[in-house]
């Protein structure tokens, strides 16, 4: 390989006005229909992703954990983590 990426072919069946209304955004946009389809494809994965993978917190809530994080550990949770854990 000479440090290309190597493409992929993906297929999705389309009804006729899905098409024309794909085809007609992506003509506005001045991109090929691939490409506009492309790019909202990634821009729709990395939405899902971040959604499903990051946790978001106002400002109160993300005092309240940081205090938490801060706070001196309990004693029981000080024993908790010293056991020796069943799986190993």
Same mark, same amino acid.
């Given at each position: 390989m000479t440090g290309q990426q190597q493409a992929s072919q993906f297929s999705i069946s389309l009804t006729d006005e899905q098409y024309a209304l794909i085809a007609h955004a992506a003509s506005l946009t001045g991109l090929t229909l691939s490409h506009w389809a492309t790019q909202h494809l990634i821009d729709a994965a990395c939405y899902e992703i971040n959604k499903e993978t990051t946790l978001q917190l106002d400002s109160a809530s993300f005092d309240i954990f940081i205090a938490a994080l801060e *706070?001196?550990?309990?004693? $029981? *949770?000080?024993?908790?983590? $010293?056991r020796n854990p069943q799986w190993a």
């Open positions: *706070a001196p550990t309990s004693d $029981a *949770a000080k024993e908790l983590v $010293a």
